[in-house]
């Protein structure tokens, strides 16, 4: 943190002479203050605070677009806490397809409900859907994430996607479980300034992997992700993506050491999520936590047939609160069925809220 304090500084001495909007000014005024010490936060929140990884992206930019990364991380984690909205949400997930090649045991693919053909849940986003959800987000987010709940290396037009959101966003987001992961992927992801990519593994020897990334094989992604990196060493070393290898919390997984010692050479982060129960949200037993889920303040899902929806636990789809390219994604943002969903969170009131009532997300 010490190391960038001088260039946030610098933003805060240099702000009026930006050309910011006085709304993003402010924005921008309230994080350097409060990373500087020199403001601190009303009723009784915390400070806004940066994280390593945080750091490690802020390394990654110049200095002209350090204002703009602080203007999107400042909403994107303290809006939740704060439970402040402005016009458009500070994140997006994008889900290219809903298919999957992997049955991994703690994920929703394996359920038959959701993954039967019939039902209407599988599919591929169109290119034209897919522009224009970036054409919205131009501009108005910089925080966007190719995935959701499938693989986005099965969906048929990834490289054209990817090459279109070429120069548009500081945070673009690419997971994939790497199976797919040919030369040409390789290429498409360096190509189109992905910031993040990240390679969902979860471990790093066998059985293990293949009990846990079910229909998967290790020498084989661990070929792909090998081979990533040598065509980003060979053909973008100037490239500033970031590259990490992420694992869930699970019993069988193997530990952070394994893994580190396994993949920490063909990548610059290893690291754990902790375990949720995304394979089926709605069979589990209702909970009474009161806080509200802070992704309605922060981030929003579209999936590939464009349908809207708060979040990725409710992988069916029962909170769905619009569709694009119908309604303007803003609009739905601010809609009276997104902030009812809000309003039942804000007054305790999750325990109305199905699934919400049984996600112990936060």
């Not at 806490?81 to 949400?89: A, E, G, I, S, V």
Request: charged share 25%.
């Amino acid at each position: 943190m010490e190391s960038i304090l001088p260039r946030i500084l610098k933003v805060s001495e240099i702000l009026p002479s930006l050309g910011l909007l006085p709304y993003q000014e402010g924005i921008v005024r309230d994080a350097c203050g409060e990373l500087l010490g020199h403001k601190v936060p009303g009723n009784g929140t915390p400070a806004f605070k940066l994280y390593p990884h945080n750091i490690d992206e802020i390394n990654c930019l110049t200095n002209d677009e350090l204002p703009r990364y602080l203007f999107y991380r400042y909403r994107y984690d303290t809006f939740p806490q704060r439970l402040k909205l402005d016009n458009f949400p500070p994140c997006m997930q994008i889900e290219p397809t809903s298919i999957c090649n992997y049955r991994c045991p703690f994920c929703y693919q394996i359920d038959s409900e959701f993954t039967k053909k019939s039902n209407g849940m599988m599919g591929m986003m169109s290119l034209d859907l897919f522009k224009g959800i970036i054409d919205q987000a131009e501009g108005n987010c910089e925080a966007v994430t190719l995935a959701s709940r499938g693989e986005p290396l099965v969906c048929l037009n990834i490289e054209e996607m990817l090459a279109y959101t070429t120069g548009k966003f500081l945070a673009l987001k690419f997971n994939t479980n790497a199976w797919f992961l040919d030369e040409e992927k390789c290429h498409a992801i360096l190509q189109a300034g992905v910031n993040t990519l990240v390679f969902s593994a979860d471990a790093a020897s066998e059985p293990a992997y293949s009990a846990l990334r079910v229909n998967g094989n290790l020498d084989r992604v661990h070929k792909n992700i090998k081979r990533f990196r040598d065509i980003r060493v060979k053909h973008y070393p100037e490239n500033r993506i970031i590259t990490r290898v992420s694992g869930v919390k699970v019993p069988g997984t193997d530990d952070l050491d394994a893994m580190d010692g396994f993949w920490g050479e063909l990548v610059d982060q290893v690291a754990f999520v902790d375990y949720n129960p995304w394979e089926n949200v709605y069979d589990q037993p209702a909970n009474d936590i009161p806080d509200p889920c802070s992704d309605l303040w922060r981030r929003m899902f579209v999936w590939w047939d464009g349908k809207v929806n708060p979040c990725d636990s409710d992988f069916k789809s029962s909170l769905s609160v619009g569709m694009a390219p119908s309604e303007d994604l803003s609009a739905v943002w601010l809609s009276e069925r997104y902030m009812d969903l809000r309003k039942q969170h804000q007054t305790k009131n999750r325990s109305a809220c199905s699934p919400c009532n049984r996600c112990a997300v936060i």
